[in-house]
């Protein structure tokens, strides 16, 4: 995880580092540090916590240089103290990671017999040792970071800073993502394209195993055997808008808010002009196909869940879905005909990339659904599906998850066309009920002063329990993790069918228990284990449409939703979850956009 930055700029560079880690602050916001060279002179300001209280630090103890580097931290190696935080200095050399760097004990070993002890808890401090030797056995700054390279095992994106050095970087890349901006006479460094979007919209994506020496001239690419290579520049264009809460006192809420006008886009952008058909790329192809794999992690594995029932509903093929950190230490069985389905809202998941790589070339087809058009899955799927939910600065995911979901039910319903279960006239009917969507989930959203009396009441709880059937199961799953997220109350989504398989040992009069049951075909089995909640007391919340709240009698409290077709009810149900989760964060006063221990971007396995 982490997010790095490195610029060789014109002017002072610390306030520029500053706003960049702002944009990168989705990667971790445990602590947070720059360093600079001024007059030849390295120097570094580092502090625990969100990135205002490094810029508090900076207010009072400033960092004059134009050349700098810069980090934000989601810890995996030592605990989040100043101590650990980046960038970390040995001898003339300053250095950021992204990564992990899993052979960094024997490193520490060989250093120390070496003389050179180690004084923190973090595997990247290995990486400025180690170069702290070279550039003591008399090598320049590109000799020794290139001899250190072969000797990192692990995962990494780079950027070096030395003192003496005031036009020089070094980037370098192996399984964490890094870009080179290329600006007028100033040259940028960073993981992503959203730190550099206001600094430039001219970016080169290091390949894997590329190091890059930047100067304000230019920049030198290198592959990993160390041939010098060139690599295309891309003009990019990044949505600002991420900076904005638009009036909100969250992220999390405007993004809630957004989900009719992204949905409607999404749907839109992915069918013809005039609406009757779907406009899905030719290589979206499923004719042939005899199995897909659906792989994602988070929220994104419960879009997947809840996707598989579309796929085998509308287009009767096998599908099988798996969390990408376990699909890719088993051995899947993958077919030479099968699609293999990558849902990332980042693009950058660590897991969900390695799982793609593993199956590249294994099956017919790779299809990414992916939010971020820039990202590494998008870059490296046969063919990207945008989701279109435009910047998602919440940690919790919310509108990524019901676009995610509606470019899934788009893919499957262009399976059910492959594979002769869907006529073309059914398909046009389908995407005119589609058209429907932006409406429903906007009037979920009207509910928004009942989901608030309800969360009031699960801020007291200590645990909740989500229940569902059918595609309200995921759904479920999605609901408990969202609250568990923001508000810190244990959650769990059960499938009401297993409930009497353990779960129901955990009813008492204090348990909030919520059940999702849209009125459609397994409403009345739902409803069943309901009952056998309520004749233990539990306080159940029911969450449905008129004729299901009607149906069901007294329970304890209810939370009216739309008439839904059944096909849409996942997305439109998704608000009510994500509202409760919302609102009960609020009423307990945690941090909603950037809750404890969690990143956005999860770029470490
Ligand atoms: C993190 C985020 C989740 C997200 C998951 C997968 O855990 O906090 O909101 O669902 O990563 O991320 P991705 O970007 O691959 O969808």
Redesign the pocket.
Known sequence: MCGIIGILGNHEVAPALVNALQRLEYRGYDSAGIATVNHGRLDRRRAVGKLVNLSDLLVHDPLAGKAGIGHTRWATHGAPTEANAHPHCSGRVAVVHNGIIENFRALREELALAGLAHETDTDTEVIALLVRQQLDAGRTPVQAVEAVLDRLDGAFALAFLFDGEEDLLIGARKGSPLAVGHGDGEMFLGSDAIALAPLTDRITYLEEGDWVVVTRGGAEFHDETGRRVNRPVARIRVDQARVDKAGHKHFMAKEIAEQPSVLGAALAFHATPDGTALALPEAVDFTDCDRITLV??????YATQVAKYWFEQLAGIPVEIDIASEFRYRQPVLSERGVGIF???????AD?LAALRHVAGRVARTIGVI?VPTSS?ARETDVALPILAGPEIS???TK??TAQLLVMLLIALKAGQDRGRLSAEAVTAHLATLRALPGLVAQALDREIEIEAIAAQLAEARDVLFLGRGTMFPLALEAALKLK?ISYIHAEGYASGELKHGPIALIDKTMPVLVLAPRDALYDKTVSNMQEVMARQGRVVLISDRKGLEEAGQVWASLPMPTVPDLLAPIVYAIPAQLLAYHTALARGTDVDQPRN?????TVE
Do not use: D, R, W, Y
């Not at 994602?296 to 594995?301: E, F, P, S, V």
């Not at 849902?343 to 998941?349: A, C, I, L, R």
């Open positions: 994602a992690c988070g929220t994104g594995h849902v990332s809202q980042s693009g950058e998941t969900t939010n899955i940690v919790a995911s990524g998850f997220e969690l990143a956005k971007s999860v």
